[in-house]
């Protein structure tokens, strides 16, 4: 549920969260598939990845740049 009002704040953790539920999701099973796309490879499970790391790279009140890309250690699937 996604109101009209809602402040960046609230979206900005909203997208987090969802990003983070869709990676449950589509987590691989033990043989290496998605149990819900049923592939080794999951195109949904990935742009999940990109959309979480791109939301939690963005600071809303931040007056500096983040760090460069290449320090940031792997994030946990
Ligand atoms: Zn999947």
Redesign the pocket.
């Known amino acids: 549920m996604t109101g009209p009002f809602l402040s960046l704040a609230q979206i900005h953790n909203r997208l987090i969260l969802t990003a983070r539920q869709v990676l449950r999701q589509?987590r691989p099973g033990p043989d290496g598939c998605?149990p819900?796309?049923r592939?080794t490879g999951?195109p949904?499970?990935d742009a999940a990845r990109d959309v979480l790391h791109t939301a939690t790279r963005v600071r809303l009140w931040a007056t500096t740049p983040p760090p460069d890309d290449s320090v940031d250690p792997p994030q946990p699937g």
Do not use: E, F, I, K
Request: hydrophobic fraction near 25%.
């Open positions: 589509h998605c819900t796309c592939t999951c949904v499970a």
